[in-house]
C-alpha cells in the first residue's frame, strides 16, 4: 500500500511542477514577446502531461468569440507526440461538447500556429457551440506538451502557418 501512496505523491508533485512551469511560461512568455498579436483575446497557459497510450486532458472551457481558427503557440513539446483537439460546447459547463477539429494536428515543433476548427461555425451546424477548450490525447505513448492558447485568433494570425494535417 505504501509504493502506491508514494507513485501517487509522485505522480502529483510532478503534475504540480508542470502546471506551475507553463504558468511562469505564460507570465514570462506574454510580458516579454508579441503573442498577444495573435489571440483577440488574452492567451492563457497549458500543460498536459500523458502518461500512457490513451491518456487524454484539456484545459478549461472559454468563451469563443467568433467562428474560425484557435490560437497556439507551442512551447515545449517531449515523447511521444500529443494528438491536439479543439472540442466545443453550448456552455461553459461543457454540456453537449464534440470534437470540432478539421483534420489532425500534433504537437510535433514548437511555434505558434492556427488551428482551425468549426466551433461557432454554421456551416457545420455549430452556430450554438460559443466554448471551446484544447485537448490533447497521447496515441502513441508517454508525452508531454505546453504553451499558451486562445480560441480566437486575431487578423494579424492570418500569416501563422496551420497545424492541422488535412
Not at 509504493?3 to 516579454?32: E, H, N, Q
Not at 502531461?49 to 517531449?78: C, F, P, Q, V
Request: a neutral charge.
Amino acid at each position: 500500500m505504501k509504493s502506491t501512496s508514494s507513485i501517487t505523491t509522485f505522480d502529483f508533485r510532478r503534475k504540480a511542477l508542470i502546471v506551475a512551469f507553463v504558468g511562469l511560461l505564460s507570465v514570462f512568455g506574454t510580458a516579454t514577446t508579441t503573442q498577444h498579436a495573435y489571440a483577440s483575446d488574452a492567451n492563457t497557459g497549458y500543460g498536459f502531461y500523458l502518461e500512457s497510450k490513451g491518456s487524454t486532458d484539456g484545459t478549461e472551457w472559454r468563451h469563443k468569440a467568433a467562428a474560425g481558427s484557435a490560437y497556439i503557440h507551442i512551447m515545449y513539446h517531449n515523447g511521444h507526440h500529443c494528438r491536439l483537439y479543439i472540442d466545443g460546447a453550448l456552455d461553459r459547463e461543457g454540456r453537449g461538447s464534440k470534437n470540432c477539429m478539421v483534420g489532425k494536428a500534433y504537437d510535433e515543433r514548437d511555434g505558434q500556429y492556427r488551428i482551425r476548427n468549426t466551433v461557432r461555425d454554421s456551416r457545420h451546424g455549430n452556430e450554438d457551440y460559443k466554448w471551446a477548450r484544447l485537448t490533447a490525447w497521447a496515441p502513441f505513448g508517454t508525452g508531454s506538451t505546453n504553451g499558451v492558447w486562445s480560441p480566437d485568433c486575431s487578423e494579424a494570425a492570418a500569416d501563422l502557418p496551420v497545424l492541422n494535417i488535412d
